[in-house]
Nanobody, 115 residues
Framework: QVQLVESGGGLVQAGGSLRLSCAASGRIFSISYMGWFRQAPGKQRELVAG???????NYQDSVKGRFTISRDNAKNTVSLQMNRLKPEDTAVYYC?????????WGQGTQVTVSS
């Protein structure tokens, strides 16, 4: 059984910062990819940032320069540092981990940015 536990969401004013963390536990091996997605009300889930095993991160254009993703392979954790937050960043954020071709999802954490 694999579990992804997310933390760090909340309410913040525009221009503020939040840090999301995700820890993977259980029988998960050979993690090839760790990333963060988000889903705003009435919209499809979209990739925010991801980092494969190569370590070269990719970002959605709207968050480049504001968000930074990092992963700790020894601890099976992935974090998302979000700076200069905007109201349009408001969404439920989901951690995603792929190991041996199997995709796992966290339960989601709400991020709300007030104007």
């Amino acid at each position: 059984q694999v579990q992804l536990v997310e933390s760090g969401g909340g309410l913040v004013q525009a221009g503020g910062s939040l840090r999301l963390s995700c820890a993977a536990s259980g029988r998960i091996f050979s993690i090839s990819y760790m990333g963060w997605f988000r889903q705003a009300p009435g919209k499809q889930r979209e990739l925010v940032a991801g980092v494969p095993s190569s370590g070269i991160a990719n970002y959605q254009d709207s968050v480049k320069g504001r968000f930074t993703i990092s992963r700790d392979n020894a601890k099976n954790t992935v974090s998302l540092q979000m700076n200069r937050l905007k109201p349009e960043d408001t969404a439920v954020y989901y951690c995603n981990v792929i190991g041996f071709g199997v995709s796992y999802w966290g339960q989601g954490t709400q991020v709300t940015v007030s104007s």
